[in-house]
């Protein structure tokens, strides 16, 4: 059979906690339609995770998610750091663990880094809509290790009705989210 491996790594923005699907099996889907190949999806995401929490669980099952061989991979990590005050220097130490354990699993170059979204309008408690500007400070920090590592940014495209409680993706933003990045690994292909 002929297909490719995508492995998306993240909290519970990626594992879809108020979807049904997350946003890489949707991604999945629209990458099969438009490649004609079957693709694995791999979300190796785990709700409330922080990025450190992510990068040792990425220890844990490195073995078996290299022996999958996945060609590219996806990292959309963060909103939990804002809830537990993580500042941006620790954030940045941590993310930058987690990268190179992907890259290791991954073995290329072949990585998308996710900016993480706002938190909308009427989010819900623990959240606090002005956490945006930790967020910001957040991606900025995405931003720079993209560039400093020669991996793929993504910055979504979100608007109020993608959100369950303004933080978690509804199956309609799962839905775009998951569009929104097999259009940006189809241009990166050549074959948008």
């Known amino acids: 059979m002929n297909w490719e491996t995508l492995l998306s790594t993240g909290d519970s923005i990626t594992i879809g906690s108020r979807s049904y699907l997350g946003y890489p099996e949707y991604c999945a889907g629209f990458l099969s339609e438009r490649t004609n190949k079957k693709w694995n999806i791999l979300n190796h995401s785990v709700a409330g995770f922080t990025t450190i929490d992510l990068a040792r669980f990425l220890d844990e099952n490195m073995a078996n998610l290299k022996s999958a061989k996945p060609d590219i991979a996806t990292i959309l990590i963060g909103t939990n750091d804002l809830k537990g005050n993580t500042s941006s220097k620790i954030f940045r130490l941590a993310y930058e663990l987690l990268i190179t354990k992907v890259q290791l699993i991954v073995g290329s170059k072949n990585i998308i880094l996710i900016e993480i979204p706002l938190l909308r309008d009427g989010v819900m408690l623990p959240y606090l809509i002005g956490m945006n500007e930790v967020v910001k400070e957040y991606n ?20 109020e ?32």
């Open 140 to 159: 900025l920090i995405i931003q720079e290790l993209s560039k400093v590592n020669n991996f793929h940014c993504l910055s979504l495209d979100c608007n």
């Open 161 to 192: 009705e993608y959100f369950y409680d303004g933080v978690h993706l509804n199956e309609l933003g799962s839905e775009a989210i998951g569009k929104q990045v097999s259009n940006y690994i189809l241009e990166l292909r050549g074959t948008r």
